[in-house]
């Protein structure tokens, strides 16, 4: 039950995270750093903290693959925590955000001098990743995919050795 407490902590903080920028009035300003935070920070977080958790509660060995299965589970269970959150987030909280994220790509590639074909090319980026259903295939792979590496990276030095 560890990595459903710690799929729940990710998805806590991934709507913390979604509502202090929204507070904050970055998303007002046509900024948003959520999605990076959201796919690639929260979900190794939590699988390692899962794993740390569960080696402390641990009576004896606590070995990698302990450690492992630990992390690729809270993986999957923060993953659709997040999934969840986005859907709430961009269906209810904020429908605008993919415009928001569409204006932001503009005024990113615009502000490095991208122009003329460059410049379209960045925006028909935005808008094949910040829409329905491509961002939330994305929010589901990439979360996913960060956490099973941080998951077998973190698993070494977690384990426990009776």
Partial sequence: MVFLMWGGIAAIAGL????????VGLHASDVSYANVILWLIITPIA???????????????FGYGAALSTGLITSAAATAGLLVVWLLFVGVLFPDYFGLMHRYATQQALDQGHSGTLLAQEIHSAKLIFDSPSFYLISAIIPLLVGTVASFIGAIGVRKRS
Avoid: I, P, W, Y
């Fill in 47 to 61: 699988a390692v903290g899962s794993m740390v958790h569960k080696r402390m509660k641990a009576t004896d060995s």
């Fill in 16 to 23: 913390l995270v979604l509502l202090v920028e929204s507070v």
